[in-house]
């Protein structure tokens, strides 16, 4: 018996140990790295170095004179959630232009083999139809190789194109949906069909998720997309009170307005943007940037992940 322990206690210490390469899979998955890292990794294993990344900035924390060793690498490889703060006019707008070109283009500042495509949510409080700021996201426009494409509200369609025009290779496009770009769950999110906080759902919501359980029940059974007239039919149908008809007509009204007119040909991107593209989605309601930052989440396309130097997706 003890000397069973003692074989089994050898073989589960072992797990404790990280295995030899554990070391340079840490600084290929880190997302920023500094210049002795990288020289670390070329010396132990080149033949793993991290295949993209650009130069993020400079560390002059010590109060040293700039110089090789002080240079701050992004790892444009690596998955990783940057969260930038800082008072105004601390740069935090260049930080995340930086970050985007060493994304979206190739340069002297970056090794880039593969460009990728960029998708921003910005979030705009302009209250007047006489004018705004853009995006200072889209500025990358300047570049010839990059082009932007806005997504924006049919409602805010003129005032975002007079905007936007000051700035090169930037389209303007009306954010529409066609019935086949819905789903079961996607109506839910668009139609926030949940509690909030602290909050019971209404009854009307439970009848909507039900509706939608039962049609997405139909919808296996033959096949086929998402009916969005029969899912209207099925409501009225419901014999809802005029209290929960009017909050469910608001909500419906709502993503209407942002879909495609029947009578009309399916408008804007079908396919996500290709290398060097970004669209840019500017929005003015907290609620409803909220939305289709989920319903855009759930509509990007899976794949492998291809930059980095093991499988999986980011």
């Keep these: 018996m003890a000397v069973f322990h003692v074989h089994d206690l050898q073989a589960q210490m072992k797990l404790f140990y990280p295995p030899e390469h554990s070391e340079v899979h840490d600084v290929i998955s880190t997302p920023i790295f500094t210049d002795q890292v990288g020289k670390y990794l070329k010396q132990h294993a080149p033949k793993k170095k991290a295949p993209q990344y650009g130069l993020l900035a400079c560390d002059i924390s010590n109060g040293s004179a700039l110089n090789e060793s002080s240079r701050l690498f992004y790892n444009v490889a690596a998955p990783s959630s940057v969260f930038i703060c800082g008072s105004q006019g601390s740069g935090k707008s260049h930080t995340l232009a930086t970050l985007l070109e060493n994304c979206l283009m190739r340069s002297v500042a970056n090794v ?22 853009p995006c200072e996201a889209a500025c990358l426009s300047s570049n010839k190789k990059v082009s932007v494409r806005v997504l924006c509200p ?3 369609t003129v005032t975002i194109k007079n905007i936007y025009a000051c700035l090169p290779n930037v389209t303007v496009q009306e954010l529409r949906f066609s019935q086949d770009d819905l789903n079961t769950k996607r109506m839910l999110n668009l139609m926030v069909a949940g509690p909030g906080q602290g909050e019971k759902m209404p009854l009307y919501l439970h009848t909507v998720m039900r509706i939608l359980r039962e049609l997405r029940i139909k919808q296996q059974q033959r096949g086929g997309g998402f009916n969005y007239q029969e899912f209207k039919n099925a409501m009225k149908a419901a014999n809802l009170t005029k209290q929960q008809s009017a909050p469910l ?8 307005s942002f879909m495609v007119k029947q009578d009309a040909p399916a408008e804007g991107p079908k396919e996500w943007p290709a290398d ?12 409803t940037s909220m939305l289709f930052i989920r319903y855009m989440s759930q509509s990007l396309p899976r794949a492998e992940n291809r930059l980095g130097t093991s499988s999986g997706t980011g």
């Design 154 to 156: 049919p409602t805010n």
């Design 112 to 133: 880039l083999t593969r460009p990728l495509a960029g998708l921003v949510f910005h979030y705009d409080s302009f209250v007047s139809d006489s004018g705004g700021i």
């Design 249 to 256: 007509h608001q909500r419906l009204e709502t993503l209407e």
């Design 276 to 287: 060097h593209r970004r669209p840019i989605l500017p929005m003015r309601n907290r609620r």
